[in-house]
């Protein structure tokens, strides 16, 4: 079972900053992508960024704004946001997808609880 602890999310004014972190914990896993996504008050989740071994996936609307990491070691993500407009105010989560060390090597994908992020103007 994969447990995710997000931290960082708060209240910043419009062209701000702010860091994002999603530490992954437990045993027995692997993990091949890790993002981060974010809901606004009556939109659909969307996918804000996505980081794999390989690379990495911005959406559009965060291209040159957003900038996404990984440290291996600590199994932590990070999503540095600058540039911060009111339009980035959101419930921003993090999520984890990988498949289990044991046979039958099962997929999962897990999700953080979700961090605030409120921008104004």
């Known amino acids: 079972q994969v447990q995710l602890v997000e931290s960082g999310g708060g209240l910043v004014q419009d062209g701000g900053s702010l860091r994002l972190s999603c530490a992954a914990s437990g045993s027995g896993f692997s993990i091949d992508a890790m993002g981060w996504y974010r809901q606004a008050p009556g939109k659909q989740r969307e996918l804000v960024a996505q980081?794999?071994?390989?690379?990495?996936n911005y959406a559009d609307f965060v291209k040159g704004r957003f900038t996404i990491s990984r440290d291996n070691a600590k199994n932590t993500m990070y999503l540095q946001m600058s540039s911060l407009k009111p339009d980035d105010t959101a419930v921003y989560y993090c999520?984890?997808?990988?498949?289990?060390?044991?046979?039958?090597?099962?997929?999962?994908?897990?999700w953080g609880q979700g961090t605030q992020v409120t921008v104004s103007s």
């Open positions: 999520n984890v997808q990988g498949s289990v060390r044991t046979w039958p090597y099962a997929p999962f994908s897990s």
């Open positions: 980081i794999t071994s390989r690379n990495t």
